[in-house]
């Protein structure tokens, strides 16, 4: 009887991060729905205590049915019958779990029959049901766009799509066409997607191709389309609601992917799909996609770090029995080491996770409740401040998480030698699950595009600076006293690169700085969590001694290479 | 009517199946401190089997009864997150001490006095005992016809209920008339997890004793909203005659309790023939595995 929430105390530990006053406050906007919904928190203690039973459930179903599905999933895989997607038999029963114990729609306000859960259980959802299985947990996140519709649509269209999500309805977004990839604003510009408004029957129709779709056959689909004529650029792409039962998108193939094999992924044709316009036409991309996109993000990251987490202890398990010149192969420091690499990395991903779902949380809630009053002057300011932060801290959780997974997925085969090599252990397919994480949503290199903003305006450092405030504690002071040394090495090393004025050299170091500067924000995240817990002392050692000098590593390259030194790399 | 009315009985049990080296006392009883008190596994597939005829007839009401102490109303929030309508909680200091015909006597006197039912789902057996008593026997006191060893509904219409039953040598299928009691195998369907809102709807739900204890809130919440109260009954709620019950209605005596460890480590193969059967039987009395 496993559950994967009750036997990670760190999930926990997270949940209750003192932060969570303010959010569920909010979320609840004073415990309004107390009276008229019988499921409704009457105060803060009592949100909470949901929030940890209902979460106790998501580890109850994926420890107990979602694991269990997990390698015939991976082996059958979706397919097309009759231009209609069959997932999996195991991915039909994880889907059916959940939405039958009502765990579709979670951050959906009550009166659409959400659960108006905050985005910190919902996220540790996401994160839950990836050690389960990562294929999986595209398919389920997608319930992520309910909330893209509650933010930018039609009280109309939310009153009539919004409660299908807790029926059950699965969703998809429909963004990427053959040559677009992440050049959204390429989209259609080879005469893919076009949507046509027709008057007489004031309904939008889209005609043209979209690739790489996950769940493209769901039941609800947001779709990105122009509809400005001879528009080129993002200014002319709006974004639209689409519902399978049109029938009227023809599912070409399915993908025959490396990993995550349970998630279908799909190249679809519209042949005059009706669709209803979300929002206002020219903002799909520029405001509705930009939002989606960081949800998404958000959610990588926390596949990221459930795939870290179930990488981990598929190894830990092994090298505890594995027996190799008369002990267990645990007791080698080559094999700890490794072990314990891993487990840090999962806490270092985990606390900037979490630390980047708060920021996003608390101003998304105030942009709701923008719409329902006036905000004060600091509220507005506390917004804006939250933003900028979430905006610089999505790249960052989305770019170590993934990369992260990446190397627990292969040091978790490195660890069960070759036994991990074969199809009779489950880090064979962590470990080709893992590798779309630093792909999709925006490879890592462009996550440092997105990143290297907070570089260059400083909004990493100022937010270093704010945790160089927080007292902590003094017997690990000498470890506060490294990452300020840190903190010096990345300014030498920004105003090193900052000082060529050169763009193309920027570039070529930007993925150092940005990994410079994450790794200070995770040490300082690790330290404050040691204040709660003594048991993060630890991992805060482990990995500010190891960054420390990673950092140095970086620096000294940067340090060292001239403007000629590009040269020698170009193509 | 389109539903019927289902009766499933549950127990509260020590978790068994991981114990460790403090789990019995030194006088043979079950230490029960030490051992987490847990819904028993099979009462959660009896349950799964009421919760399919209610999927099937969404007019039925599954009842859940349960006989224990005062904290064992947890199995009835349990069964109600996962889906039951409500429960009733047999508790009195009088019950203390019964056996398996004492326990089945206030059952008996509970279904009765719930009237009326359609089915009684309940578990073969509970992880603390393994008896298998219970069940049965309740039946037989209603007096009512009984399946045992229940892996699947196959149909259920209106006053007729077909069921597989998990025998040791294949699967049997078997019809009964209404009403009937059904004991469930740990080989059927897993029971469903809780839902989410039932949850949170009901996680407030409390018996009278316990109401004592409780915070201001949820006081206030079961005096506004009635169902939530979780009703217990005592031994003359169900008008249960006290010599029947407890000790005194018990006649089983545990004479000794043994901690056996089973420690074989290799396989021994025999024919079938007369002689080496006698062979194994006699040699089976003499290490006293068995006599």
């Known amino acids: 009887m496993p559950n994967f929430y009750t036997d990670n105390e760190d999930l926990r530990f997270h949940l209750n991060h003192p932060m969570m006053k303010k959010i569920v406050d909010l979320k609840e906007r004073n415990y309004r729905d107390k009276e008229e919904f019988d499921y409704a928190p009457h105060n803060f203690e009592d949100a909470m205590d949901s929030y940890d039973k209902v979460l106790e459930i998501v580890g109850d179903i994926s420890g107990n049915i979602i694991a269990a599905n997990a390698e015939e999933v991976d082996k059958e895989g979706p397919k097309v019958v009759n231009n209609e997607v069959i997932w999996a038999k195991g991915t039909q029963k994880n889907y059916d779990a959940l939405k039958n114990a009502g765990l579709i729609g979670m951050t959906l306000p009550r009166k659409y029959n959400g659960l108006n859960f905050s985005l910190m259980p919902f996220t540790m959802t996401a994160e839950i049901v990836t050690r389960a299985d990562a294929s999986f947990v595209n398919i389920w996140g ?24 807790n029926q059950g309805y699965s969703a998809a977004m429909a963004l990427t066409e053959p040559d677009a990839g992440s050049d959204l604003q390429a989209v259609n510009l080879r005469g893919d997607i076009k949507a046509t408004y027709d008057k007489e029957t004031d309904t939008w129709y889209l005609n043209g191709v979209k690739r790489f779709i996950t769940n493209g056959d769901a039941d609800l689909s947001l779709v990105l389309a122009r509809t400005e004529d001879g528009t080129t650029d993002a200014r002319g792409l709006s974004m639209f609601l689409y519902e399978r ?46 939002s989606l996109m960081n949800g998404a993000r958000l959610g990588i990251g926390a596949q990221g770090v459930g795939i870290c987490e179930a990488a981990y202890r598929e190894a830990l398990d092994y090298a505890k029995e ?32 979490y630390e980047t779902t708060r920021f996003t949380e608390v101003y998304k809630l105030y942009d709701h409740i923008s719409k329902e009053r006036k905000l004060t002057p600091e509220e507005r300011k506390e917004a804006k401040k939250y933003q900028r932060l979430a905006d610089i801290f999505t790249p960052l959780v989305k770019l170590f998480a993934s990369e992260y997974a990446n190397q627990n997925a292969y040091d978790a085969i490195q660890v069960l030698g070759g036994s991990g090599y074969m199809k009779d252990y489950p880090v064979e397919r962590i470990y080709r699950d893992a590798r779309i994480t630093s792909i999709y949503e925006g490879t890592s290199q462009l996550q440092v595009v997105a990143a290297i903003r907070g570089v260059d305006n400083k909004g990493y450092l100022n937010q270093i600076r704010e945790y160089e405030k927080v007292e902590i504690n003094d017997d690990v002071d000498y470890l506060k006293h490294k990452l300020v040394k840190m903190t010096e090495d990345f300014e030498t090393a920004t105003g090193e690169v900052k000082e060529k004025g050169d763009r193309e050299f920027a570039d070529f170091h930007a993925r150092r700085l940005v990994e410079m500067a994450g790794n200070i924000i995770m040490g300082y995240l690790l330290l404050i969590d040691s204040n709660r817990n003594d048991d993060y002392k630890k991992y805060a050692e482990i990995f500010i001694k190891r960054t420390f000098a990673e950092n140095k590593e970086k620096l000294e390259y940067i340090l060292h290479s001239n403007l000629k030194d590009i040269n020698l790399f170009r193509q | 009517m389109n539903g019927f009315k289902i009766i499933v009985l549950a127990k509260q049990v020590p978790d068994t199946r991981n114990v460790g080296k403090d789990a019995m006392k030194e006088d043979g009883t079950v230490n029960r401190a030490v051992l987490p008190a847990i819904f028993n596994p099979e009462d959660l597939n009896a349950l799964e089997l009421a919760l399919q005829v209610k999927d099937k007839y969404p007019d039925s009401e599954v009842i859940i009864l349960t006989m224990g102490p005062p904290r064992a109303a947890d199995i009835i929030r349990e069964a109600i997150y996962r889906g039951a309508d409500k429960g009733y909680l047999i508790t ?10 004492a326990t089945s006597y206030a059952i008996s006197q509970a279904v009765k006095k719930i009237g009326d039912f359609d089915l009684i789902f309940a578990g073969r057996q509970a992880i603390d005992g393994d008896t298998a008593q219970v069940g049965p026997q309740a039946a037989e006191k209603v007096g009512i016809p009984q399946i045992t060893y229940a892996e699947e509904l196959i149909s259920v219409e209106k006053e007729k209920i077909t069921i597989k039953r998990r025998l040791e040598n294949g699967v049997e299928t078997v019809a009964a008339p209404m009403p009937v009691l059904i004991t469930v195998h740990g080989s059927a369907p897993d029971c469903r997890p809780r839902h989410a809102k039932r949850l949170m709807k009901y996680k407030y739900a409390l018996t009278k004793t316990e109401m004592k204890d409780a915070d201001d809130l949820r006081k206030e919440l079961v005096e506004k909203r009635p169902y939530l109260l979780i009703e217990e009954w005592s031994v003359d709620d169900i008008g249960a005659d006290v010599k029947w019950l407890g000790l005194s209605g018990s006649p089983t005596k545990v004479k000794k309790v ?28 003499e290490n006293h595995t068995i006599g």
Not at chain 1, 264 to 289: F, H, Q, S
């Open chain 1, 322 to 353: 594995r027996q190799q010149f008369g002990k267990p192969i645990i007791q080698f420091p080559a094999v700890y080491e490794m072990l314990s690499m891993m487990k840090v990395k999962i806490h270092a991903s985990r606390t900037l996770l």
């Open chain 2, 92 to 101: 009195d200091r009088r019950f203390a001490g019964s056996d398996t015909l």
């Open chain 1, 245 to 290: 039962k049109s029938k009227a998108v023809t599912v070409r193939r399915i993908e025959n992917k490396l990993g995550i094999k349970g998630s279908p992924t799909c190249e679809l044709v519209y042949k005059n799909a009706p669709a209803k316009l979300i929002g206002d036409r020219k903002m799909g991309l520029i405001k509705y996609v930009m």
């Open chain 2, 258 to 285: 043994e901690n056996i460890v089973l420690a074989a480590k290799e396989a021994k193969q025999i024919d079938t023939s007369d002689e080496q059967l006698e062979e194994f039987i006699k040699e089976l009395i």
């Open chain 1, 142 to 165: 997608l319930q992520d766009c309910a909330e893209t519709i509650n933010e930018f649509a039609s009280e109309e269209i939310k009153d009539k799509f919004l409660p299908l999500f």
